[in-house]
């Protein structure tokens, strides 16, 4: 019998109960053990739960109880979790949490303090909901070299692009319909739309690619405010939709570069079927080519039954499991990572002449100019490049309202 | 140091030995400890090849060496294969093997023998190529219960409709395409092309997910050579692409049904994005909701990386991999496993009078009737129905040209 706790009993831990219990005959086969919750920890109160009983209000009950061998974090944010965390892998007992923030900021520490100490840190739960992917990446890709991911992460954003593409929205109804639904913050959609929280995920992504620890602070990443039914229809125009895209590549050195920007996606592409909330990771593979993953990236039971598959992984194996799954640490960058290669972009610009345009962009296509406002076609630019013009642009007095790379398959 | 054997040199075995070549360095840091192949079994002369020493003749020198711990096998079919891995695993050796028609006749078997010697067998490469599939689905959805897989599994078919739909082929244009690319037999194309293949690893699949062995000879199939440029054309019509499916679903009892068939599939449905070579396998479950994993289903550095990863994972977790992943004996079924639920058939009919498709399909839509061959869509047929509706076909002298049933998301 394995005693657990459950760290934080909102959406994701709530289920982590749901599912340990409704699958209660089949997890104790697989993890080889019955597995029990013993305690909760939450602050608020839940005295009137079938429960009750099983609610603490501090790390410490649970720290001081050596029949707890596991602990499921689903607390969110740094704050709490990164110090209760740290607590338990020092004390020997796995960890198995859902919380990108805290895997993208304190990854790589947590899992060398969990090698350290004999036991496993895993976060399947944290990128990809409960979409199979650092599992595959980690183990089933373990011959390969991984050189590239592309991917939505962000289901919120993929909603609300689909309801523009689809239905005609602009921004701000789209933005209004995520938040009736749920999906979208109402006082500060900021982490989805500015592309926050996809830049934590790559982050994550990246690092265990790459092998290294990159924080998300240094993934640049721009987000969807600037998207218009306008452009949406240029898009489809060249067979294209729009996706906010969360990218890492290795560059010939080893090192990855990472970033999180919306793109021009061809429809082609398995990416622009990606619809709705729904999350598509591309990962290509030396030996490999492209495989992708396609799943809900969010909600309450496909979460949380990520985070019970983690719960029996970590049991059988414990810290045997970052044999694979790892990356070390290193110093966060000063500023950003950026991409060298060149690639085709689709500017939106308000406010410039054309002969600006001309001398600042050299020769490109024009695919609208109308009243105050200009869309140009951009071949083999690069991202500093680009950075450049645009202080161009703004010197000169005109204002770049849309910047869309074009997703190269 | 890890030395091992791989049995069959051809397209795969080789590549498994440039991959673990290639990635010596993490692979040695993956499996805990370098791998070296030692021996390799093949009857034919490769004395001409830098390798010459590894090769052997004969199984008993590989089972007589202790030092070999792990074997793989990439000889394909039954005949060698089946004897040669028994025996291997009968010594306490893992295996991993690529070997569907291997694994989807004896799996349950091979994997009670593997738990029972304190080994592993693991066969990744099976289904999907080197697209991670059978490891999340025991991995990463051991939390879950699945209770549908629809899958697009056979690369070749699927890039012959592929080349119907979009470059206008016939079948038989297409074959030839496929056959002078490599991509289908010259003698016998039938494996691919009546749907055998596909059974196989829908047997594998429907095995894995509903805990019981499902045989291939189980598995009703029917593939792909009734259809015509102008059912393309129908079915593109009805927003829909035509695709060979492998499904398998959970009964009410527990119990899978599973087939191979071609199909009417929305364009709405990510299997419909999946052209060319790639495959494509939609798992649904319980909790999880839909999972799509998608990538090349063949090749030989792609399948070759899968069985390397599979040898990392069997050196270091032998037979405890095999808490998730088994399945249980079962003696094969006298006929066809069937679906019992009802779904929507497009049937293509020739030589029969419209008064007896009348009589015996009673009402349905008509959506062609021309010269001596009328096209129906029919709502709510249970397969039985179907089968019943073709025998009064033919005893009203007519012949059932295509049958596809659509798929339902």
Redesign the interface.
Known sequence: MAKIAILGFGNIGSGVLE??R??AA??A????QPVEVKYILDVRDFSASPDAKLFVKTIDQILSDDEVSLVVETIGGTRFAYPYVKACLESGRSVCSSNKELVATHGAELIALARKKGCAFLF?ASVGG???LL??MH???????ICEVQGIVNGTTNFMLTRMEKDGFDFDAALKLAQDLGYAETVDPGDDVDGRDAARKVAILASLAGGRHIYPQNVPARGIRGVTPADMAAAREMNCAIKLIAWAKRGADGAFAAGVEPMLVPLSS?LA??SDVYNAILIK?E??????????GA?K??T??????D???AL??GA?VH??LYWREEAPLEGFLTDSEPAAYYVRIKALPMADAARIYGACEVLNNVQDEMTLLLAGMTAADLAAAEQQVQAAGGQVALTLKKLNG
């Open positions: 599912v340990l409704r699958n089949s997890v086969v697989r993890a080889g399947e409960g979409t199979p599992t595959p183990q089933s890709l373990a011959a390969d070299v398995q079927g990606c593979g030996m490999l080519g492209d495989v992708l993953f396609y799943g809900k909600g039971l496909p949380a039954s990520a985070v019970v598959a719960v029996i992984e059988k194996k045997q044999d694979t």
